[in-house]
């Protein structure tokens, strides 16, 4: 309570002290009151935008996504514009990446050259890390069509970038997807389907191979549930070649996604480093030598 107080007392001394601030991002006076009411009734959201991109380019964010003019974004740091779509589902992915403040994991591993982002949804995580790391070469996997295609839109501005319309498995198969858990698509799931599936599974093994990888310096996954099917088998031909794993376990949709991602980290190495970074469980792998 008393962080909300300081908050709201720190955004109404924004409206106070740079009124031609104010003026300059929402030139209408009515717009401006708007404004100034909505930045006491949502303090947090204000000073996340606030403490992310600086005062002028936060306050001017924020309105666009109020007056969900997101099609084309500019965000400070990011070379290229990019686009969101009016769902509560991009907004939150937006939010995730860009405003959680929870970026220090990508100090623990240098000279990047190859990533594999799995479950790239609309590619925002993948502009961050080709903003991060401009030499590397970036997998995109994404298995939702509506997804992968304002994936390839945003994505289409850099190079050395492949996007994969398929979903990442234990094995080569073909599968389903569907909004199982009711929550959007940012989190589509997807379930083994030989007869009926629309959706190829691919191993990550397959995926290197095609590509002519012998090394991932960074995998991210964050696959709605296939974790637990992706680290149960099959996960020695690529695991011992991975630097980093950046993963979000979702047991409280599908218990043992924790279980079969620790079984599969301990039984393969023998020295790594164990994190969290917000929602992230984050694991370098020691044994690794950098190439």
């Not at 609309?122 to 304002?150: M, S």
């Amino acid at each position: 309570m008393r962080v909300c107080l300081h908050i709201r007392k720190g955004i109404k001394y924004i409206c106070h002290k740079y009124p031609d601030l104010i003026s300059e991002c929402f030139p209408n006076d009515r717009t401006i009151m708007t404004l100034r009411q909505k930045l006491i009734n949502e303090p947090r959201i204000i000073y996340r935008f606030i403490r992310a991109f600086g005062s002028l380019q936060g306050l001017r964010l924020y309105q666009k996504f109020k007056l969900r003019k997101v099609g084309d974004l500019v965000v400070p740091g990011i070379k290229h514009p990019f686009g969101l779509r009016n769902d509560k589902s991009d907004y939150k992915v937006f939010h995730q990446i860009f405003l959680s403040g929870n970026d220090d994991y990508l100090n623990k591993v240098d000279n990047v050259q190859v990533i594999v982002d799995g479950g790239a949804n609309i590619g925002l995580n993948a502009i961050k890390f080709k903003n991060r790391f401009p030499q590397a070469r970036i997998i995109c996997v994404e298995p939702d069509t509506d997804n992968f295609e304002t994936l390839k839109k945003n994505v289409a501005p850099y190079e050395n970038m492949v996007i994969e319309n398929c979903a990442l498995w234990s094995k080569d198969t073909m599968l389903s997807i569907s909004d199982k858990f009711g929550m959007g698509k940012w989190a589509m799931t997807v379930e083994e389907d030989n007869l009926n599936g629309n959706v190829k599974g691919q191993s990550v093994r397959t995926l290197m191979d095609r590509n002519n990888i012998h090394q991932i310096d960074i995998v991210k996954l964050d696959i709605e549930t296939s974790e637990k099917n992706l680290f149960s088998s099959n996960y020695s031909d690529w695991l011992p070649y991975t630097r980093v794993i950046i993963i979000e376990l979702h047991d409280h949709m599908l218990p043992g996604c924790a279980k079969a991602f620790f079984e599969a980290i301990n039984s393969t190495f023998k020295n790594y480093d164990y994190s969290h970074a917000g929602e992230y469980t984050v694991i370098v792998n020691k044994d690794i030598s950098v190439k």
